[in-house]
């Protein structure tokens, strides 16, 4: 799996717009990018994932540049529950390995 | 998706002793694996239990501290062998389900292990 690079925290207004970057500058050409959040002592969520094309579902965005080596994870409208620590994973399939995340907390 | 179950959710059990953790899914999965997350600390991945195959074990990790059993394509079983302290974790399963052409991994709720 390629290395990922996340910012260890960050925080975002409640209502508004949460953007997580993560750069995976090594990907290689088969490896899908993968967002996971985990919210206190549950077990990882999986978000969304993509290739190159950029991705949108009922829980978020994903953009990834065209050169693939990095992405953004977008929360339209943050709430107080997508507080969480956010794992960005570049992988082909299975055996995620994780990394230390980004650890997001919304603010009222 | 999938639906994964864990026992125990959680147990407080002494040094030298050993622990079965079980994970249960609601459909038939080829990939399982195994995971640690020690406190404040990340994911680690234990191994990767094939059904019908030996598990493939990280790097740290061994069979005779972790055995593995994976007698079928919906159950899994992670033992924790004479324990210490230092075995102090959440322990997760997880499973590969594939949607389309790629895979999604789903996440059990973990066992919060505690050794005295």
């Known amino acids: 799996d390629a290395k990922t690079t996340q910012p260890p925290s960050m925080d975002c207004a409640e209502g508004r717009a949460a953007n997580l970057p993560c750069n995976h500058s090594?990907?290689?050409?088969?490896?899908?990018v993968y967002w996971y959040r985990q919210i206190h002592s549950q077990g990882p969520q999986y978000i969304i994932h993509?290739?190159?094309n950029n991705e949108t579902n009922e829980m978020a965005s994903l953009i990834i540049t065209e050169d693939r080596k990095s992405s953004t994870l977008i929360l339209p409208h943050a709430t107080l529950r997508d507080t969480a620590v956010y794992y960005c994973i570049a992988a082909y399939s299975g055996n995620m390995r994780f990394g230390a995340g980004t650890r997001l907390t919304v603010k009222p | 998706s999938a639906v994964i179950s864990q026992k125990p959710s959680r147990d407080i059990c002494q040094r030298g002793t050993s622990l079965t953790i079980q994970c249960q899914v609601d459909?038939?999965?080829?990939?399982m694996f195994w995971y640690r997350q020690q406190p404040g600390q990340s994911l680690t991945l234990i191994a990767t239990?094939?059904?019908?195959?030996?598990?493939?074990?990280e790097s740290g990790f061994v069979i005779d501290k972790f055995p593995i059993s994976r007698p079928n394509l919906t159950f899994s079983t992670l033992t924790v062998s004479n324990m210490s302290p230092e075995d102090s974790s959440i322990y997760l399963c997880s499973v590969d389900v594939l949607q389309g052409s790629s895979y999604e991994q789903y996440f059990g709720p973990g066992t919060r292990l505690t050794v005295t």
């Open positions: 090594t990907i290689s050409g088969n490896e899908y």
């Open positions: 459909s038939q999965v080829t990939m």
């Open positions: 239990a094939n059904q019908g195959s030996e598990a493939t074990y």
């Open positions: 993509g290739l190159k």
